[in-house]
């Protein structure tokens, strides 16, 4: 197993490779300079000098490549033109908030997802199975923005039950964080019943097509059972 890992982990260093390659090119290719971004209009030519120099924009493309590939290998991915804060840390902090939507709906779609799944398969082209399928497709169909905004006019807008902009954290408010998770967390959930509904019922068909099966259906084991 452990060989089998160093093994993926060593075929996935060229792609990366390549890949921070492709990036550290088309941040170059785009037209502007981040020295004077970040100067504003209030930079001088003096002072635009020494922030290249600073940040090494001032030294040839691969020279450029080597910096920017060791700082990130040290975990420093620099700071944000935009915030100003180090984009690492950004990175996680928004990383926390989507972590709070993610779980949550993954986990409450599978707990439903699953036996509906398993439902749907256990009775194939019966009207319930061609509901659950037929919900489920709908719901794979509808892209999660366009879901997520009319929930926002319906919840938010219409009935007032929920905020629809901003956020709270836990250690602020456990209530508040609670409601502006709510409308986030509904939505995955939705568009991921669908998803796991499908993939459970078409695992739950193929298990139930296997040789056991059939054998422990030749011999009357009840369905229950099995």
Avoid: C
Avoid at 89 to 110: E, G, N
Avoid at 156 to 178: D, Q, T
């Amino acid at each position: 197993m452990l060989r089998f890992a160093i093994g993926r982990i060593a075929m996935a260093i060229p792609t990366l490779i390549m890949v921070g390659v492709t990036v550290f090119i088309l941040v170059r290719i785009i037209p502007g300079d981040p020295a004077s971004l970040m100067l504003g209009d209030v930079g001088d030519a003096a002072a635009l000098a020494a922030l290249r120099e600073r940040l090494g924009l001032d030294r040839s493309l691969p020279e450029q490549f080597v910096i920017w590939a060791g700082l990130l290998l040290q975990g420093d991915m620099g700071t944000s033109i935009a915030t100003g804060q180090p984009v690492l840390q950004t990175i996680i902090s928004r990383f926390l908030i989507s972590l709070q939507v993610v779980v949550p709906a993954v986990i409450l779609s599978t707990l439903v997802a699953v036996p509906m799944g398993m439902l749907a398969a256990w009775r194939q082209n019966k009207t319930s199975d061609i509901a659950l399928v037929t919900s489920a497709t709908l719901l794979m169909s509808i892209p999660t923005f366009w879901m997520g905004m009319l929930m926002l006019l319906l919840f938010g807008l219409k009935l007032g039950w929920l905020p629809i902009v901003g956020y709270v954290s836990f250690s602020e408010s456990v209530r508040g964080a609670a409601l502006y998770l709510v409308l986030p967390i509904f939505t995955l959930f939705l568009h991921e019943v669908g998803v796991i509904l499908r993939m459970a019922r078409a695992s739950t068909l193929e298990v139930l097509g296997l040789d056991y099966i059939t054998h422990a259906r030749a011999k009357g084991l009840p369905e229950s059972t099995r």
